[in-house]
T-cell receptor
Framework: AQSVTQLGSHVSVSEGALVLLRCNYSSSVPPYLFWYVQYPNQGLQLLLKYTSAATLVKGINGFEAEFKKSETSFHLTKPSAHMSDAAEYFC????????????????FGKGTHLIIQP | DVKVTQSSRYLVKRTGEKVFLECVQD?????MFWYRQDPGLGLRLIYFSYDVKMKEKGDIPEGYSVSREKKERFSLILESASTNQTSMYLC???????????FGNGTRLTVT
């Protein structure tokens, strides 16, 4: 079974500081990993994805994440936080294929609320 | 751009009512999903479908059913709404095999 753990339900950083959001996963199949962002009253928007190519993945809005198999981690970083980065961030792992040929949806972490201090 | 449209942003229903949540996608995606989102619990998969008339249970299917009569439309049905089904419901779609999910803006359902 797949699972995702996001450390810290709330993370607060100062504007201009490094953003680090932690995600650890477990998966019974080679993992495909995703980070999503959710702004208030909106759906989820894809930030970036890891699908077994380069281990350092660059996404939108200056975010990137590094896949570390030995640590089963996929932490999200951004060198310099901006006020517009304040949002909820979700890490997700692809589910295994089920019988019948269909692909599972993603398994999500519980989310990290990013707060940017001026 | 992929567009996933959920028919209602806000719904208020009474306990025991039958509730339909509609979702339409315009990208000819095979896969469609329904999640519910609750504070502190993240997103949990209710049902998904990988083809017309096909459906599979997710992690929390109890109290829900789904319908997919056409490829672009995936409906979530609450047979008899209960207060513990008050939540944000998110629909998503994707191509098969490791593609990212594209989400609608959500329907916030309140059951009183």
């Amino acid at each position: 079974a797949q699972s995702v753990t996001q450390l810290g339900s709330h993370v607060s950083v100062s504007e201009g500081a490094l953003v680090l959001l932690r995600c650890n996963y477990s998966s019974s199949v080679p993992p495909y990993l995703f980070w999503y962002v959710q702004y208030p009253n909106q759906g989820l928007q894809l930030l970036l994805k890891y699908t077994s190519a380069a281990t350092l993945v660059k996404g939108i809005n200056g975010f990137e994440a590094e896949f570390k198999k030995s640590e089963t981690s996929f932490h999200l970083t951004k060198p310099s936080a901006h006020m517009s980065d304040a949002a909820e961030y979700f890490c997700a792992v692809r589910g295994a294929f089920r019988s019948g040929g269909g692909a599972d949806g993603l398994t999500f972490g519980k989310g990290t609320h990013l707060i940017i201090q001026p | 751009d992929v567009k996933v449209t959920q028919s209602s942003r806000y719904l208020v229903k009474r306990t025991g009512e039958k509730v339909f949540l509609e979702c339409v996608q315009d990208m000819d995606h095979e896969n469609m999903f329904w999640y519910r989102q609750d504070p502190g619990l993240g997103l949990r998969l209710i049902y998904f479908s990988y083809d017309v008339k096909m459906k599979e249970k997710g992690d929390i299917p109890e109290g829900y059913s789904v319908s997919r009569e056409k490829k672009e439309r995936f409906s979530l049905i609450l047979e008899s709404a209960s207060t513990n089904q008050t939540s944000m419901y998110l629909c998503a779609s994707s191509f098969p095999v490791n593609s990212p999910l594209h989400f609608g803006n959500g329907t916030r359902l309140t059951v009183t």
